[in-house]
């Protein structure tokens, strides 16, 4: 389950209705979706048209139950939105939340434990923020695997992003919590010129931190809040919808790259602890050279080798270009193939300097390369045939008419 908190300590930049469409675009893509709204004022059950005169129990009360000996499960809360999005809503209560916690140990962790009660009932958490540096704020970054900050693309948001994004920093750091924070450029007027010049600036400061997905200005979705419907269902055709489900479609695509990221770096700790586990087997026989092959009739190299077959298989399903630690793989499929090489910018596109080694006998072909921070061009060199990454969907058009692949090493 990831959990993205949406905030901006500055108030007026479409915060709320990132929290509300972003929850909505989600749902729409198939992903189990939970709201939270942590803002007193209460905008997404607004923005939802879930009436506050029959809000009897809010996230407040799910918040401070513990600490009264009155523990409130966080479904006794919940309002069915759609079908793959419920919303925990907010009540003015919460204004008194940070003085009512007062004295209270670990009270920066109230959000994350009622969260965990609901841990694998959804796949994404959006936790809408109020707009200051508070004990609520806290509470979202401390169970928050993300963080979304939206920028209007006016002078003053730009002004204040550099000391926004200082000060989340400090918040997670304090919160000791390591969360993956992104720019969102909202409520962009590409007629004007002050908003392009300010986006472009954007792009180059926080290149690597901003989400590709821009939210133009849309008065659609304005009335879509005023009505009490997500873009999505007010007008399903318009601009701000086709902004939202992009930018669900990039946080789903960033989620299954990191999630494919962690799965590749286990297996290969795994690789690896397997081959030193099998080297210290080979020298505990104390057999000479000609003779190792002969080990394969003991019991436990055989369990090794079912392993590491194992985790071949496993790998299969994960090609393509790789980030991890301090590394970026190459893993491919070329069952046939005799040599399978990488040319590239990394290496003056001389494929000899870098060969992949086939991993097991599936026709799995593997390498790792240390490179610096930066965007790299790159084909692949099978049998002396270049081409591109059938596994990597990032391309571009190349001087001979071809597409190069494309990796970002961040």
């Known amino acids: 389950m990831r959990t993205i908190a949406v905030v901006n300590q500055k108030g007026g930049c479409g915060k709320t209705t990132v929290s509300i469409n972003l929850a909505s675009a ?22 939802l048209a879930v009436p506050e005169e029959q809000i009897e129990q809010s996230i407040y009360d799910a918040l401070i139950g513990r600490s009264r000996n009155e523990p409130i499960r966080l479904t006794e809360i919940l309002w069915q939105i759609g079908e793959r999005l419920e919303l925990a809503p907010a009540s003015i209560d919460l204004f008194a939340f940070e003085q009512q916690m007062a004295g209270v140990s670990e009270r920066e962790c109230c959000l994350k434990n009622v969260l965990s009660e609901v841990n694998g009932d959804y796949d994404y958490v959006v936790v809408d923020c109020p707009p200051a540096v508070s004990l609520l704020t806290f509470n979202a970054l401390r169970a928050a695997t993300d963080a979304i900050v939206p920028v209007e693309t006016g002078y003053f948001s730009l002004h204040g992003l550099s000391r926004q994004l200082e000060t989340l920093g ?3 750091k304090r919160c000791n919590q390591h969360v993956d924070v992104k720019v969102l450029a909202s409520m962009y007027d590409i007629r004007t010129k002050m908003a392009r010049e300010i986006l472009a600036e954007l792009r180059n400061h926080f290149a690597e931190k901003m989400f ?5 200005f849309s008065t659609k979705l304005k009335e879509a809040a005023s009505f009490g ?12 919808q086709k902004d939202f489900r992009v930018l669900a479609e990039e946080v789903v695509d960033a989620a299954a790259k990191q999630q494919r990221r962690e799965v590749v770096t286990s297996l290969s700790n795994q690789l690896e602890a397997i081959s030193a586990s099998a080297d210290e087997l080979l020298k505990s ?6 003779a190792k092959p002969e080990i394969k009739v003991v019991e436990s190299p055989k369990t090794e080798k079912q392993q590491t077959t194992s985790i071949d298989a496993k790998l299969a399903e994960f090609y393509g270009v790789t980030q991890m630690n301090d590394a970026v793989v190459f893993v491919t499929l070329y069952p046939r193939a005799e040599s399978v090489q990488v040319a590239g910018d990394f290496n003056n596109w001389q494929p000899s300097k870098t060969p992949m080694q086939k991993v097991g006998g599936g026709g799995i072909w593997q390498t790792k390369l240390k ?10 060199v099978v049998d002396g045939q270049w081409q591109q990454d059938p596994y990597n969907e990032q391309t571009e058009l190349n001087p001979f008419g071809g597409f190069n692949s494309v990796v970002e090493v961040t």
Request: hydrophobic share 35%; proline share 9%.
């Open 26 to 47: 989600l749902a729409e893509l198939g992903q189990r979706t939970l709201l939270v709204d942590m803002d007193p004022q209460s905008h997404c059950a607004v923005g």
């Open 170 to 172: 400090i918040l997670c």
């Open 212 to 216: 590709r997905t821009v939210v133009n």
């Open 229 to 240: 419907q997500p873009i999505n269902e007010y007008d399903p055709a318009s601009k701000g």
């Open 285 to 290: 026989t104390n057999l000479p050279i000609a």
């Open 371 to 380: 490179l610096p921070k930066g965007k790299y061009r790159y084909r692949l």
